[in-house]
């Protein structure tokens, strides 16, 4: 069992950068490959980067290359996502996920747990 809790959201003009930290529980962490997704109302929750357990592989949607960083750190238990020049349409709840399979990790349905999510607001 993960238990998964996001933090680091709030309010930011656009070309302004945030940083979310997501803190997992358990000793098992860095057995997980981990996922960002984000939800923007009336959206379906897509895919945003992801990271293998290890750290050494990194996956990233097209919409966020080059401005969004995933990183992991498996000593403190807490996956990052680093947003850099953020623009209105980035403006969504952002959820971490978890993993213990490889598989398509692009897929909603691929991870087994989720944390409650928080809320990034890019004003123009």
């Known amino acids: 069992q993960v238990q998964l809790v996001e933090s680091g959201g709030g309010l930011v003009q656009a070309g302004g950068s945030l940083r979310l930290s997501c803190a997992a529980s358990?000793?098992?962490?860095?057995?997980?490959?981990m996922g960002w997704f984000r939800q923007a109302p009336g959206k379906e929750r897509e895919f945003v980067a992801a990271i293998s357990s290890s750290g050494g592989s990194t996956f990233y949607a097209d919409s966020v290359k080059g401005r969004f960083t995933i990183s992991r750190d498996n000593a403190k238990n807490t996956v990052y996502l680093q947003m850099n020049s953020l623009n209105p349409e980035d403006t969504a709840v952002y959820y971490c996920a978890a993993t213990i399979y490889g598989g398509n990790r692009f897929k909603v349905d691929q991870y087994e747990y989720w944390g409650q999510g928080t809320q990034v607001t890019v004003s123009s």
């Open positions: 358990g000793r098992t962490f860095s057995r997980y490959n």
